[in-house]
């Protein structure tokens, strides 16, 4: 009776990886994407060009979704293996999405100055690569505990 019970939930770990690591792209993707929609409408209402380079800033927080990919591919594995290794999705499906959720945040207040002054862009490129470093970092990580845990 266990065994069938948790056969019902075997893909929940992979499944959150993604879904978690997504659902903070959406939302880090929603607020630079307003922001950036702000910064045109300023420059539109002040008659200067828009930069279309704002679009960088909206779409930083999409590889995130990239990274949940990768681990959920991992985690799928190791279910053909016996381990279902939830937490791992759970916790890290969590993290990469909070860090796409605060580089949308950041790619917000990067639209916004960039958009008003035209300056700063690698400045402002450095910060979002920072954040994204986070993702980078637990996907790693999570894939070396799931190959010490299954191999």
Not at 54 to 74: C, H, K, R, W
Request: aromatic share 10%; proline share 1%; hydrophobic share 60%.
């Amino acid at each position: 009776m266990e065994n069938s019970v948790l056969a019902q939930f075997q893909d929940l770990g992979a499944a959150a990886a993604l879904a978690l690591a997504a659902v903070g792209s959406a939302l880090g993707t929603g607020a630079a994407g307003m922001a950036a929609v702000g910064a045109w409408k300023k420059c539109f209402a002040q008659s200067k060009a828009a930069p279309f380079i704002l679009t960088v800033f909206v779409g930083a927080p999409l590889s995130q979704t990239i990274y949940g990919m990768i681990v959920m591919n991992n985690i799928v594995a190791a279910v053909q293996q016996g381990s279902y290794l939830w937490g791992a999705g759970i916790f890290s499906g969590m993290a990469m999405g909070m860090s796409a959720w605060m580089q949308g945040k950041a790619g917000a207040a990067a639209a916004d100055a960039m958009g008003e002054t035209g300056k700063g862009f690698g400045n402002y490129l450095i910060v979002l690569g920072i954040i994204e470093t986070v993702a980078l970092f637990v996907m790693v990580f999570t894939m070396m505990a799931i190959g010490k845990i299954v191999g």
